[in-house]
């Protein structure tokens, strides 16, 4: 969670074929918005985009998965207006990014279901999750926002270290020349570790969001099957209930036109030849 006094960080994430081609803050998205600035290389196109609200740990807490219309020009259509703070605030539970489960709203899985029509799912492109794709960016921080690791060293950079004296930093020299290789292979396997594991948790980290992501949409399908089944059982029982009650009403016209058919019959008696 992010520290108190610290409110998240909005920002928009524009998708290419390959991956994610444009990012920025919401207050540039905003100048877009308003016409003050273009976009030519979205010129006359739909593009895929997302809404992030992000932590000062740098993690994902709320994504929109929105569609977004570019004239020939590059200005948004004006035709345009998604309240992309509110689906966020009201989003339901995602996937976990790395800082918990994130608010998602995507197609397939949205609370504003008038706005599924400019809504998309998240998915693959470039050998790659759109989520990881997502995740990766924030990390790198190419947006510059202020993370708690950030403010971490600007305290460094106050002269809030303590110094080691200057003669411990050399030893003989050719105690340092193997020290400095033995450091340097051991610096040089770890890494490699590093960017094994790395690796490794980021497989792991795309096929459990993806999974969790088609449980989830799956989950909303057959509550919507659900949904559609009671409603039409509910019609059923509403015709089957008309059709009693005509029954039941034809049913005492007959006994009645017997009634009086018996009146005649008593005061007219037939007379049998």
């Keep these: 969670m992010s520290q108190p006094g610290r409110p998240l960080t909005e920002a928009v994430m524009f998708f290419s074929q390959w991956g994610i ?5 919401f207050p540039e998205f905003e100048a877009l918005l ?3 600035v273009n976009t030519p290389e979205f010129a006359d ?3 895929e985009a997302v809404f992030l609200q992000i932590s000062s740990r740098l993690h994902v807490r709320g994504a ?3 569609t977004i219309d570019f004239d020939q020009e590059g200005h948004i259509s004006s035709l345009w207006n998604l309240p992309l703070r509110l689906m966020a605030d009201k989003a339901g539970r995602g996937p976990d990014m790395g800082g918990g489960p ?3 709203a995507c197609a397939g899985f949205t609370r504003h279901p008038q706005h599924k029509a400019h809504l998309w799912k998240p998915g693959q492109r470039g050998g790659r999750s759109d989520l990881l794709h997502i995740k990766d960016a924030v990390t790198r921080n190419t947006l510059g926002i202020l993370s708690e690791d950030d403010n971490a060293l600007a305290m460094l950079a106050a002269g809030q270290l303590h110094m080691a004296a200057e003669d411990a930093w050399f030893g003989e020299q050719e105690q340092r020349a193997t020290a400095t290789d033995r450091d340097a292979a051991l610096d040089e396997e770890r890494e490699k570790h590093q960017r094994e594991s790395a690796e490794l948790r980021q497989q792991i ?3 459990q969001t993806e999974l969790q992501i088609v449980q989830q949409a799956r989950d909303n399908d057959i509550e919507m099957l659900r949904q559609s089944h009671r409603e039409h059982l509910a019609v059923l029982q ?3 209930l008309d059709i ?3 029954l039941e009403e034809q049913q005492q016209l007959n006994q009645g036109l017997k009634r009086e058919l018996s009146k005649l019959q008593q005061k007219h008696p037939v007379d049998p030849g």
């Design 21 to 25: 081609c444009k990012q920025m803050l």
């Design 34 to 36: 308003d016409g003050m």
């Design 45 to 47: 196109e739909t593009v």
């Design 64 to 66: 929109v998965f929105f």
């Design 102 to 104: 994130i608010r998602l």
């Design 205 to 207: 980290d795309a096929l």
């Design 238 to 240: 509403g015709e089957m």
């Design 244 to 246: 009693k009650q005509s």
